[in-house]
T-cell receptor, first 116, second 115 residues
Framework: GAVVSQHPSRVICKSGTSVKIECRSLDFQATTMFWYRQFPKQSLMLMATSNEGSKATYEQGVEKDKFLINHASLTLSTLTVTSAHPEDSSFYIC????????????FGPGTRLTVL | AQSVSQHNHHVILSEAASLELGCNYSYGGTVNLFWYVQYPGQHLQLLLKYFSGDPLVKGIKGFEAEFIKSKFSFNLRKPSVQWSDTAEYFCAVNSYNTGRRALTFGSGTRLQVQP
């Protein structure tokens, strides 16, 4: 089946630093990937849609200068949290859309970000 | 805008009991519907999906869901739950017509199955 990986799975950083999270589709190509944020005991909230070779589309209220998204290839999208603050601590989940066989989104295992 | 409602936030069942989790969505156009499961400490996995055709959809692990267009519902069912079904269940929808492929999730239902 389609597999999506995320790296790192867990990261702790100091306030003011930047953190990069990678999302890879391992056995399929994904022209579209999505970044979600999940707060404890809550649902997933879409942050942005990442399109290969073009700019990401951000949801209302999500700062594009703070959450930089790069989708440089058909198997890799990155989310960089710039100048992280404690309120950015959360669980970040990516998904990749498998288009040709199932037209289904497959989710990565998530990245737990803790900003001290 | 799309929205998804899951009215059962926390369900506790004994093993072998039947399960039905409610999901209602609001959107006037054509939608694709999904149920995902998140086992403790694991990532979201697709249980089943509905795009078109037979409104009764069978998924993995004995789960099924029925799309009732007139009720804007897509309830998840399982005739007999097991302890291993303990997990968080999310209903999700995306719209075919608008091209918006991102998923809109419900708030989730935590299922606890007691042995």
């Amino acid at each position: 089946g389609a597999v999506v990986s995320q790296h790192p799975s867990r990261v702790i950083c100091k306030s003011g630093t930047s953190v990069k999270i990678e999302c890879r589709s391992l056995d399929f190509q994904a022209t579209t990937m999505f970044w979600y944020r999940q707060f404890p005991k809550q649902s997933l909230m879409l942050m942005a849609t990442s399109n290969e070779g073009s700019k990401a589309t951000y949801e209302q209220g999500v700062e594009k200068d703070k959450f930089l998204i790069n989708h440089a290839s058909l198997t890799l999208s990155t989310l960089t949290v710039t100048s992280a603050h404690p309120e950015d601590s959360s669980f970040y989940i990516c998904s990749a859309r498998e288009l040709t066989r199932t037209d289904t989104q497959y989710f990565g295992p998530g990245t737990r970000l803790t900003v001290l | 805008a799309q929205s998804v409602s899951q009215h059962n936030h926390h369900v506790i069942l004994s093993e072998a009991a039947s399960l039905e989790l409610g999901c209602n969505y609001s959107y006037g156009g054509t939608v694709n519907l999904f149920w995902y499961v998140q086992y403790p400490g694991q990532h979201l996995q697709l249980l089943l999906k509905y795009f078109s055709g037979d409104p009764l959809v069978k998924g993995i692990k004995g789960f099924e869901a029925e799309f009732i267009k007139s009720k804007f519902s897509f309830n998840l069912r399982k005739p007999s739950v097991q302890w291993s079904d303990t997990a968080e269940y999310f209903c999700a929808v995306n719209s075919y017509n608008t091209g918006r492929r991102a998923l809109t999730f419900g708030s989730g239902t935590r299922l606890q199955v007691q042995p």
